[in-house]
């Protein structure tokens, strides 16, 4: 647990900088700011509390419920700021963006998986999404994932970049929409990934 101590409150006028980031995608979701008391009740309650600097308290999701569960709390080598790995259970941003910083945030995957989510709930039939009708085809989504493999293939023993780069986001949309029909998730992926880093 992060030692409130160790932490340097006078050179922010009583507060530090809190940089809150997803747990799961590394994605910055805000920059705000704590204090100590700020930083207490974020370990009794487990959830994300700030200090604004023109409101004072705040509790993260307490009038929009889209809290913040903590994960984990650092401080940066000078302990006048934090990084909180977090889960938010919905936005972050006032704007009801996912992050403070827009759709840019970085988190591609990220987006593609919850486009695929979405369309995955959708009704079939004649104007189903291509996303959905390869959900409808098992074969289909077997085949293209066969496809585009083979033509990543070619494009990197022909060292063509721009075609290998196009190929491989390829795949990966199809890799996707295979695993969410198998019943795994791309948090699933990222879990077993960070589990293989040594």
Avoid at 125 to 136: N, Q, V, W
Avoid at 151 to 174: F, G, S
Wanted: proline share 2%; net charge negative.
């Amino acid at each position: 647990m992060l030692d409130l101590d160790a932490l340097d409150f006078t050179k922010g006028g009583g507060l530090v900088t809190v940089v809150a980031q997803d747990a799961v995608t590394g994605a910055v979701l805000v920059v705000a700011h704590a204090d100590r008391e700020a930083l207490e009740r974020t370990f009794v309650t487990g959830e994300m509390h700030y200090r604004s600097r023109t409101r004072g308290p705040w509790h993260k999701g307490a009038t929009s419920g889209h809290v913040q569960r903590v994960e984990s709390i650092t401080a940066d080598c000078d302990g006048d700021s934090v990084l909180a790995r977090v889960r938010a259970s919905g936005p972050a941003c006032h704007t009801g963006a996912r992050t403070c910083f827009g759709p840019g945030e970085g988190d591609a995957l990220g987006a593609l998986d919850a486009t695929i989510a979405a369309r995955a709930a959708e009704s079939g039939g004649a104007g189903a999404s291509y996303t959905r009708k390869l959900f409808d085809d098992r074969n289909l989504r077997l085949k293209k994932i066969g496809e585009e493999a083979s033509e990543l293939v070619t494009a990197c023993a022909d060292a063509d970049t721009a075609r290998a780069t196009e190929e491989v986001a390829d795949l990966i949309y199809h890799v996707l929409v295979a695993l969410r029909a198998a019943g795994g998730t791309l948090d699933g992926v990222r879990a077993a990934l960070r589990a293989r880093t040594p």
